[in-house]
């Protein structure tokens, strides 16, 4: 390769190794454009960096979520991917929401579902109200076998900034400026299990929420997910989080969080063999 294109191509970052002879036989392509070369040193970039974060992520992963994830990246550009060490759920939330640049966030469960239009109509009521901050919707129950077992509870309960100090209404699916997720600091990664509803009510205090009547999400809830598994660990996170916003609202010297946890037994009817 010339010393001049070496030059003008040793400052590109597409380029990393010039002496790679993969993608030398590529620049020396006659058949195609310069853009056409480069554009396909960066595919080859990308898949290479995909199938190291795979292997990487295979051994601290046991199921193929991040296999699948590649090969979607790989059929759409928009779609940007990252692999991180295991490091719990609420920090790596964290970190993935610090490495986006969009004007809008949310996040979903890992085993939960959105319906197709929950993001079109959750964005047209931020697009049409500068006022309000967070927009959520209604949901409905599945059970592990995707099967709908009934509407949210927490659906019938009306939003206030107040109630939501006893109330978790503002559930799923939300959809949130960035400038107010920036303005409260974000997810206190601290507060696990209730990290959504620590940041809702930080939310609470300073933009205006809209409730969208639709049921436009699916919360799963079987006895192996994180919410059963955690109850205890999230009650007291809940806690904490209700805690925290008395003292930031100035009502931490009129009241005080009392916390009952309430065992429910039944009985069924045993299976003949």
Avoid at 3 to 22: C, G, M, Q, S, W
Avoid at 77 to 101: C, W
Wanted: aromatic residues 8%; charged residues 35%; contains cysteine.
């Amino acid at each position: 390769m010339s010393k001049a294109l070496r030059f003008i191509l040793a400052d590109t970052a597409l380029v990393k190794n010039l002496d790679n002879p993969e993608y030398v036989q590529i620049l020396l392509d006659g058949g195609s454009t310069l853009e056409e070369r480069f554009a396909k040193i960066d595919s080859h970039i990308v898949a290479k960096q995909l199938k190291v974060e795979q292997k990487k992520q295979e051994r601290i992963s046991t199921d193929k979520t991040f296999a699948i994830a590649c090969e979607y990246a790989k059929k759409d550009s928009r779609i940007r991917l990252a692999a991180y060490d295991h490091r719990g759920p609420v920090k790596a939330l964290k970190e993935a929401i610090a490495d986006t640049f969009g004007p809008y966030l949310c996040w979903v469960d890992s085993d939960d579902m959105v319906e197709p239009t929950a993001l079109e109509e959750t964005v047209a009521v931020l697009d049409a109200e500068p006022a309000v901050g967070v927009v959520y919707t209604d949901y409905r129950v599945i059970d592990a076998d995707d099967a709908i077992k009934g509407y949210g509870r927490r659906c019938r309960i009306p939003y206030s900034k107040d109630r939501l100090l006893l109330d978790f209404m503002t559930f799923h699916f939300r959809l949130m400026r960035r400038s107010v997720y920036d303005q409260v600091g974000g997810i206190d990664d601290a507060l696990e299990s209730a990290e959504d509803y620590d940041l809702c009510l930080k939310l609470s205090e300073i933009t205006n929420f809209k409730h969208l009547a639709k049921p436009l999400y699916r919360y799963r809830r079987h006895g192996q997910s994180l919410s059963q598994q955690q109850r205890v660990i999230q009650i007291e996170c809940s806690k904490t989080a209700v805690s925290k916003a008395l003292e930031r609202r100035g009502l931490a010297d009129r009241f005080e969080l009392d916390v009952e946890i309430r065992e429910k037994f039944t009985l069924r009817s045993k299976q003949r063999p």
